[in-house]
């Protein structure tokens, strides 16, 4: 099959980048695949991070991208869009996670379906965005339904397919978060890990872009009752997207500063295999969840999870096999189960299956689903 792919790829950094490669990796190895990504993504003003380059020294690559995208430029969308049409696609996969993208998608879009005969498919990262309002909402639902088809990655993401759209919605088909075990990382055994960031003892692990929505103040909250039952350091690992100063004073109040230990800043790929290693549990207390990234980089890595019983988290990790599943914003609830995965013979078995989690999502099976041909 003849397919176009458009999204990010490296040199920019983070989740759906890497998840674009990969896609377009596995893609490549049974279908003719044109990849188009950006020349620039975000303007400055709007990137919350200090930058959306990737630092990685074994970066996720794909050597036949087509640098084609420049977001502040409408006419370099026209030359993607009549590259495309040149390629003529029997399928077109377009990545949808901000609306910031919109604009681009729905020219893209109409100029591809006026000009070929190809499917074109929307791939859901997040229906809608955590903080959203009326105009979002539009162009959400502007661009979902301009699609022949809409691939969601969890069962609750479809059921907001439906609800946004109703009657004029697309067939939406249900996938997975495809698990991150192919990154071009030397894996690194548990003690190194430890011995390379001077811990020891039980270790916590909470990855990625600090939001008010990810519930890292439940995790602290938590915390004094984990505590009472074992020492532990708890990583914050990733960039603030708000004051991290009020964590700060809220684990000083809570009398846990000594055992968090914060490194504020996007991490390389190589710097991310060491924190996973390093710790025994990943904990995801999410208030809201669209997507699992976090999630599947714990099971591809064999870090089982404690999580939030909700959306796509309760679709992957299974309560009481490769981690715990608790009520949200309940930090008592949470830090039961975070006790209870701690136990020796527990934490063994939930390790072992998480492993076997990691293996379970792949990425042959989710193209299979993208193209239509399970």
């Not at 910031?100 to 005969?117: E, G, M, N, S």
């Not at 859901?124 to 502007?142: D, Q, W, Y």
Request: proline share 6%; with cysteine.
């Amino acid at each position: 099959m003849r397919i176009a792919l458009i999204g990010p790829t490296y040199p920019y950094r983070g989740g759906i980048a890497h998840h674009t490669t990969l896609l377009a990796r596995e893609i490549s190895r049974s279908h003719q695949l044109k990849f188009i990504s950006f020349l620039r993504q975000y303007p400055k003003l709007l990137f919350p991070g200090k930058s959306d380059r990737d630092p990685s020294q074994k970066p996720l690559t794909y050597e036949g991208a087509e640098y084609l995208i420049d977001s502040l430029n409408p006419f370099t969308v026209l030359r993607a869009a009549r590259a495309i049409a040149r390629f003529r696609p029997e399928l077109v996969v377009i990545p949808w996670w901000v609306t910031f993208w919109a604009p681009h998608d729905i020219a893209l879009i109409h100029y591809v379906k006026q000009r070929t005969d190809a499917e074109v498919v929307i791939l859901c990262h997040n229906v809608a965005e955590h903080e959203s309002g009326l105009v979002k909402v539009l162009l959400t639902r502007s661009v979902l339904r301009s699609a022949d088809r809409i691939v969601t990655q969890s069962k609750g993401e479809s059921e907001k397919v439906r609800l946004l759209l109703g009657e004029k919605s697309p067939q939406v088909d249900t996938a997975f978060h495809p698990t991150y075990t192919d990154l071009e990382v030397d894996r690194v055994a548990k003690s190194q890990a430890r011995n390379l960031l001077g811990l020891s003892g039980s270790v916590l692990l909470f990855f990625g872009f600090v939001r008010p929505y990810k519930g890292l103040d439940v995790l602290l909250r938590a915390l004094p009752a984990i505590l009472a039952h074992r020492p532990v350091t708890l990583l914050v690992v990733g960039e603030f997207w708000e004051e991290r100063s009020v964590y700060e004073e809220l684990a000083e109040s809570l009398g846990v500063r000594l055992s968090v230990q914060i490194h504020d800043r996007y991490v390389t790929n190589e710097e991310m295999v060491v924190y996973f290693s390093a710790c025994d549990l990943v904990v995801q207390p999410y208030r809201s969840v669209t997507g699992s990234g976090v999630c599947q980089l714990a099971y591809g890595l064999g870090r089982p999870v404690v999580a939030t019983d909700l959306g796509a988290l309760r679709e992957v990790v299974a309560d009481g096999v490769n981690g715990r599943l608790v009520p949200p914003d309940d930090h008592e609830a949470l830090a039961r189960g975070v006790v209870e995965s701690m136990e020796p013979a527990t934490l063994e078995l939930f390790t072992q299956n998480a492993r076997a989690t990691g293996e379970k999502f792949s990425w042959d099976r989710f193209v299979s689903l993208v193209c239509g041909t399970p």
